[in-house]
């Protein structure tokens, strides 16, 4: 008979069978509506989550629940980071929720986060790339929808500001999905164009999903290749989207970019009054000032008559003058004259030559002098070098009876290893020299 197949009970089947759920399923993310919304006194939240064709039970306990940033409610679309599990007390197939966060809102935040940090790692952001803006553009650019409300916002600004600038627009989609790509290709017909001093790209507020175009890779790399500065300007001044961190400066509304890339025209038509009033005020002091200087030299023209007379006064006092410092010149060169003349006296020939001649004779008694001690000192030094020299001298040493023996090359034979019977050697004593004959070698016994 075959085996009979083992028989579970419902409570064993349902925990089989939510085992087999949790460890084949790793945690995983679902996203749904909300319905069917409860919070009993435990405080853990009990929902449904479906969309148009299903639907699955879920569970949060109050231990998670109180890290979600948002109370759900039903209708809300969510994403939930969950496992797959079993309720065993009624067999119930459920969802236990580890995480929660509104579906369209956190998608896009992922991805916005994700989008940033790789832009950042590659520099896109850097302070070293971004250019700055002019102060006082001619020409400006803008990146927008033609019919945007952003449109009216900047070109109101700048009627009411400065009215001259020249304005040119590049249209574009500012939401959907081909807005990014248009964004993109404005942006780089404004490059090809080389008209715009600065650009302007921006759109009026919206929800994160209306703001997304902003956000989307293509643009950010057309902003960064962009050669003409741009400033953006999208939404309020809450939002923040890639194209903000990459362009060259960030405007919180397109109302303020307009602010800031056009001067005040009522300022400069004041600061202009300024200048004239200055201009006119300098003008009068120095037309003043001449007028002036031109009394003055009015009152300063004489009678010529007068003037040749003060001129006679003058040269009278000059004359009188010349004739005081012509007596004190003389007396002071008389006075010179003396003095050279008593110089002149002392440095004669007959007066030096009698000083040389007594500097002379001291001289000579001087060198005698010096003469006689160096010749002493010199007799003395030799008579002691030759008291040496003869102390050490090989011929004093053979006066004591000594020889020196040489072979036939005058080498001074130092041993008998170096002599053969039968070579000629020479000996020199104190009062002459012996030619010699080896006939026999005696070595010593100790050597």
């Known amino acids: ?76 679309h969510v994403l939930a980071r969950c496992r797959v599990s079993l309720y065993e007390g009624r067999g119930d197939f459920q969802l236990i929720i580890e995480h929660l966060e509104e579906a369209g809102y956190g998608a896009l935040q992922r ?32 990146v927008t929808s033609p019919t945007g409300a952003a449109l009216k916002d900047i070109l109101s600004v700048l ?23 248009q964004i993109a290709a404005a942006i780089a017909a404004a490059n090809k164009d080389n008209h715009c001093d600065v650009l302007i790209v921006g759109r009026g507020g919206g929800s994160i999903e209306d703001l997304w175009p902003f956000n989307e890779e293509i643009v950010a790399r057309a902003i960064y ?9 999208v939404g309020h001044e809450i939002d923040f989207t890639i194209s903000d961190f990459v362009a060259d400066y960030r405007a919180p509304t397109p109302s303020a970019a307009a602010e800031v890339l056009s001067p005040d025209g009522n300022k400069l038509r004041d600061q202009f009054r300024g200048y004239e009033r200055l201009l006119c005020e300098t003008a009068l002091r120095r037309l003043q000032s001449a007028s002036q200087r031109l009394d003055s030299l009015t009152r300063q023209l004489r009678n010529p008559a007068e003037r040749l007379k003060h001129q006679e006064q003058q040269l009278q006092t000059l004359q009188a003058r010349l004739s005081r410092t012509a007596c004190g010149q003389l007396q002071y060169l ?68 000594y020889a020196i023996v040489t072979d036939q090359q005058d080498n001074i034979l130092r041993g008998v290893t170096t002599v053969r019977v039968g070579d000629k050697v020479t000996t020199r004593l104190a009062n002459g020299s012996l030619a010699c004959k080896v006939d026999k070698i005696f070595p010593d016994s100790q050597s």
Not at 159 to 181: C, D, H, L, N, W
Not at 376 to 401: C, D, F, H, M, Y
Request: positive net charge; hydrophobic residues 35%.
């Open 225 to 233: 290749l962009s050669q003409i500065p741009i400033v953006s300007a």
């Open 111 to 142: 991805q916005f986060d994700a989008l940033k940090q790789r832009l950042y790692a590659e520099g896109l952001f850097s302070d070293s790339h971004k250019r700055p803006i002019p102060t006082h553009p001619q020409r400006l650019g803008i």
């Open 334 to 401: 008389n006075t010179g004259l003396l003095h050279l003349r008593t110089r002149l006296e002392q440095a004669g020939p007959g007066y030096q030559i009698d000083r040389l001649s007594d500097h002379r004779d001291l001289l000579t008694h001087r060198l005698k002098r010096a003469i006689n001690t160096l010749l002493e000192q010199k007799k003395i030094r030799w008579n002691n070098t030759l008291q040496l020299l003869n102390a050490v001298s090989p011929l004093n040493t053979l006066e004591r009876g």
């Open 1 to 76: 008979m075959p085996d009979t197949p083992t028989t579970l009970t419902v409570t064993q089947l349902n925990r089989r069978i939510r085992q087999l759920l949790e460890t084949h399923f790793p945690l995983l993310w679902v996203e749904g509506e909300v319905s069917n919304f409860s919070r009993p006194g435990s405080g853990h939240w009990y929902f449904t989550l479906k969309d148009e064709k299903a639907q699955v039970r879920c569970a949060m306990f109050a231990n998670r629940n109180a890290l979600t940033g948002f109370h759900p409610e039903n209708g809300n």
């Open 159 to 181: 009627k009411r500001r400065f009215p001259t600038i020249s304005v040119r627009i590049y249209p574009a989609q500012v939401q959907g999905k081909e807005a990014a790509r």
